[in-house]
């Protein structure tokens, strides 16, 4: 069991860690009973908040649909400020396209299904289940997730200079897109406020945007 970590640790930068919640990931898969995937989903849930205490959300799911470097997929939102965000993605029918490049890294656990990667120099890694597969800071792949594909991904660094990757594709999409765009933004800007004032509270101290 993953012991609750508070953001008012000394020294540390980042409130999430890759291998706690890949950790979590695991123990969830190890327990799942049936292929009901809102139970899996919400048991993540409930670990992710036991070991965050106060900074992941755990309402109702809103999945917002996402498109970047042409790969479609939703997500819904499970935590934001300046310097990380987490969040589960899922691919229904299954994508292909690329990552884009940011001033982060970022972490994808898979839940379920499989992705392939295909990195700069072509090489091929496969992903399954209980898998991280890492994106480091300025770098970018391409990607393939298979059908009903389901992963959660966590991203660490320069969080705003994303979002217009994230956001100028999701605009285009027909029907969706307008929403999208606008659901993505209001979410993110709610979990920003809300970790802000958590961690006010925790840390008198603490600053929303590091470095100011």
Known sequence: ????VSSSTPNAPYLFAPETLEQIVSEALR?????????????????????????????NRRWIWNRVEGAIGEMALLHGSANEYLLFFRTVNGTNGGSGVYKADVHDIMIQGGMVCRQS??????????Q???????RSKD?????????????????FSMLPTGLRETITL????????????????????????????EDPS???IPGL
């Open 143 to 159: 990607y393939t997730t298979t059908d009903d594909s389901y992963m959660l991904e966590y991203g660490r660094g320069d969080i």
């Open 174 to 201: 027909p029907r969706v897109g307008f929403w999208s765009t606008v659901l993505t933004v209001w979410d993110f800007g709610g979990l920003i406020l809300h970790d802000t004032f958590q961690r006010l509270e």
């Open 132 to 138: 991280r597969a890492t994106l480091k800071n300025g």
């Open 121 to 130: 120099d072509g090489s091929l890694e496969h992903y399954t289940p209980g």
């Open 1 to 4: 069991m993953v012991e609750p």
């Open 31 to 59: 327990e799942k009973s049936s292929s009901n995937n809102d139970h899996l989903l919400d048991n993540i849930t409930r670990r992710l908040a036991a070991a965050y205490p106060n900074h992941v959300y755990t309402g």
């Open 206 to 208: 603490f600053h929303a």
